[in-house]
């Protein structure tokens, strides 16, 4: 509650306008020491978002927050009801933290399921690509491939296209080697080949564990954002009747004062207009002051027309003389 001016007027009867000391919540200190807690309080509540925003780092984006920011402006509460849920959760997460981190939970489980789907994929392609270098180094064993054959079939499964000057200058150089430097290069070509399926199944084996894990992070994640839909609308209905009641308890102690100080002034008002119409009474035009001021008016004016009328009569004979000569 703001502090009341300290105003003070005399109506010349006695009559004071209620000052800010007749207050009986500003003087009780049990009360004013309650009210700043609740303050503090209100306070606290006003600023969790972004307490919890900055000390969680949550991760903020600055275009949607934007938008939500302009429709929280723009849209009048009344037409919540036709909005679409995804746009009404847009304006939500702006103005509620806990709605933020329900979108980024789920967010994330969709990310981790994005990430499984991809690692799934991979393993699957590289387990095809495994079983078939196996099998064509079968064959290769089998028919005895020569080092040309070996090294045009990695270049064909790299998928490098050889330029027709670059393949006849391995040709030449081919047809240029013995028959102890062919089969050492053809055993090397081999050994390549064979360390690539033992590295593929080492690979296979950690995309397996990679994949587990991705799982456990997935169920995990599934399982708190469970507990967490569950429990974060009640927390934020708790969240909301907490401000509700700290404003209760803020019009609560300023009832009374407020009907006292409504009802001391207006009783004051009153009287000082009782006084005031009292006061008039003295000046009325229908009083005994009135009477014998007409009174005595009228009087005066009788005896001006009495002298006139007397005035009129004696000069009537002066008037007629002249004319009783001529006759």
């Known amino acids: 509650m703001k502090n009341l001016p300290m105003k003070r007027y005399n109506g ?22 309650n009210i700043a807690a609740l303050k503090e309080s209100r306070k606290e509540l006003e600023g969790i978002n972004k307490l919890v925003k900055k000390a969680l780092d949550l991760p903020s984006d600055r275009k949607r927050s934007i938008i939500a920011k302009f429709l929280n402006y723009l ?9 679409p849920s995804s746009v009404i959760k847009l304006m939500a997460e702006e103005n509620d933290v806990l709605e933020l981190i329900e979108t980024l939970m789920r967010s994330n489980i969709d990310s981790v399921q994005d990430a499984l789907r ?25 028919e005895n491939w020569d080092a040309q054959a070996l090294q045009e079939y990695i270049t064909s499964k790299a998928e490098i296209q050889v330029y027709d000057v670059v393949a006849r ?3 030449i150089e081919f047809n240029a080697l ?10 090397d070509l081999l050994d390549k080949l064979r360390s690539t399926v033992v590295i593929g199944g080492e690979l296979m084996e950690t995309i397996g564990k990679v994949c587990s894990a991705g799982l456990q992070v997935f169920h995990r994640g599934v399982t708190q954002y469970y507990d967490y839909v569950n429990f974060y609308r009640p927390i934020s209905v708790i969240r909301d009747s907490a401000r509700n009641l700290i404003e209760m308890n803020h019009s609560m102690y300023a009832a009374k004062d407020a009907l006292i100080a409504t009802f001391r002034t207006s009783l004051q008002a009153i009287e000082l207009a009782v006084d005031a119409a009292n006061m008039v009474n003295n000046y009325s035009i229908a009083s005994s002051d009135m009477k ?6 009228r009087a005066r004016l ?10 009129n009569r004696s000069a009537r004979p002066a008037m007629l003389a002249p004319s009783a000569q001529a006759n």
Not at 302 to 311: C, I, M, W, Y
């Open 12 to 33: 010349g009867n006695g009559h004071v306008i209620t000052q800010q000391q007749e207050f009986g919540s500003l003087n009780d200190r049990v009360l004013q020491e």
């Open 75 to 83: 849209v009048p509460t009344s037409w919540y009801e036709s909005l």
């Open 118 to 142: 991809e690692l799934a994929a991979c393993a699957i392609t590289k387990r095809e690509e495994l079983n078939t270098l196996e099998a064509d180094l079968g064959v290769a064993q089998k």
């Open 169 to 171: 200058l391995l040709d």
């Open 178 to 187: 013995t028959a102890e430097e062919k089969e050492i290069r053809k055993n």
């Open 292 to 297: 014998g001021l007409l009174s005595s008016g």
């Open 302 to 311: 009788d005896q001006k027309l009495k002298a006139l009328e007397v005035s």
